[in-house]
């Protein structure tokens, strides 16, 4: 199973990749953990100066600066959770503000597009998602919305979710075709579950949690309360192939980590 805990890993050096022996099959370059102090200024080099790249802060605040051969940018994220998606150019800086460290997901997709491309940024806001029934053959319900639409991705970076699982929801058990998708807990607790060569595991997931779903690997996250469990959903595609998702209609409730009593 691919889970860390980003407050597990070392504050030093201040980028880590989260996975570092992570192998994609999609355009998916970078899945990186920043780790600023408070004041500091962290210089952060793309692999790709046509690439989509993407700032999930978690904690803290930052100023982004960034010149490229098409664009500059100096952009200000207010307190975490924030995000900020564009094409920032190869290299770029980011300043931690205020009093705290600022926690970070790096995200860098390869993208064929030429030019600048759009730049957006944000937050995580719990009131601008909307409420629907659970997806997947869950059950119970959650709040969704695409924070970044999938039209204003200019590579195979396919969504930037925000969801909310209600207490006794899940998203069901299912897989992607041709996408390969990361989960990153914001707040509560949840049981993960994933297929692995030996079968499914499952195991407990909270703030700071990082999983990594390849393609076709069977995937869940249940909620069993009393709170709600607030994640984001990272996504990313491969070149020219058409996704699909394959529900396998369990709805996890009774799939638990080891150790778990039973629910009543």
Known sequence: MELTDLDALPAEPARLPVFPALRCATAWHCLDRLWIRAGETLHVC?????????????????????????????????????????????????????????????????????????????RFATAELTWRPAMHGGRGRLATRHVWPPARFASDWTFLDHTLLGPDSSLGLHYHDALEESFVVLRGHGW?????????????????????????????????????????????????????????????????????????
């Not at 990594?212 to 192939?241: K, T």
């Open 192 to 264: 993960m579950t994933m297929g692995a060569g030996d079968g499914l595991r499952t195991c407990t997931v909270g703030p700071g949690s990082v999983t990594f779903q390849p393609a076709g690997r069977p995937h869940g996250l249940y909620c069993p309360g009393p709170g709600e469990l607030e994640f984001l959903r990272i996504a990313v595609a491969m070149p020219d192939e058409e996704y699909t998702t394959v529900d396998l209609h369990d709805d996890l409730r009774d799939r638990r980590p080891a150790g778990t009593a039973p629910l009543v």
């Open 46 to 122: 793309g692999h790709d100066a046509g690439s989509e790249h993407g700032l999930l802060s978690l904690a803290g605040a930052i100023r982004l600066d960034s010149r490229a051969a098409t664009n500059t940018l100096t952009a200000e994220l207010g307190e975490a959770p924030a995000w900020l998606v564009g094409q920032l150019g190869a290299q770029f800086r980011v300043t931690s503000l205020g009093s705290q460290p600022a926690h970070l997901v790096y995200v860098e997709v390869r993208s064929p597009a030429a030019g600048p491309l759009a730049v957006g940024t944000g």
